[in-house]
Structure formats: C-alpha cells, structure tokens
C-alpha cells in the first residue's frame, strides 16, 4: 500500500510564507503527478498546482507569482513553497499522486491523497 503525508501548515499572518510537504511511502515503482488541491469553508476543492515527474508544472492564477511547486524524485515528495500569503488562501491543503505500483495484473497508476494540512492566513 501506499502512505502520503502532508505537513508544514499553520497560522500565518497575511504577507508571509509557510513551505508545505508532502512525501509518499510504500510499494511504489514510480510516481508522475504530485499535484496540491485546496479546499476553503463552503468551497469546492481545487487544484492550486501540478507537476509532473518530467518537471512541468502550472498553476492557478490565483497563486501564479507566489507559490512554487517543486519535488524531490529521489525522495517521492512534493513541495510548495506559498510566499505573500492573503486571507483568500486559508484553507486544508492536500497532496493527490498518481503511484505507479505492482498488482497482480501488472503495473498499475493508482490515485492517492492525503489527510490535508490547514493554513491560515490571518488579515
């Protein structure tokens, strides 16, 4: 099985910085996408940034020009680096991969998310 944890969340005054993490464990052969998805009080989840195991990434316009998404392969973790942070960005952050792993038909790309990690951003 597969285990993804977040970490590095928090209370942060408006204009500051907080790095969250986020690494997978277990039987894993490879990983492509490691995304982060927000979910804010009343709001749906969304997507806040993508990379994929060749180094692309994009984002939400909402957070283009203050957050960065990188990632240590070697590690399987994914970061993000949140800078000028505004009370529009509290909310659970969560980390969704797609492992790649054995089954007993073969490899296989499976979803995994993990258990979030709030922010708050404090005005």
């Known amino acids: 099985q597969v285990q993804v944890v977040e970490s590095g969340g928090g209370l942060v005054q408006a204009g500051g910085s907080l790095r969250l993490s986020c690494a997978a464990s277990?039987?894993?052969?490879?990983?492509?996408?490691m995304d982060w998805y927000r979910q804010a009080p009343g709001k749906q989840r969304e997507l806040v940034a993508h990379?994929?195991?060749?180094?692309?990434?994009n984002y939400a316009d909402s957070v283009k020009g203050r957050f960065t998404i990188s990632r240590d392969n070697a590690k399987n973790t994914v970061y993000l680096e949140m800078n000028n942070l505004k009370p529009e960005d509290t909310a659970v952050y969560y980390c969704r991969t797609d492992v790649v792993h054995t089954t007993p038909a073969g490899l296989g790309q499976f979803q995994y998310w993990g258990q979030g990690t709030q922010v708050t951003v404090s005005s």
């Open positions: 990379s994929t195991n060749g180094g692309s990434t």
């Open positions: 277990g039987s894993i052969f490879s990983i492509n996408a």
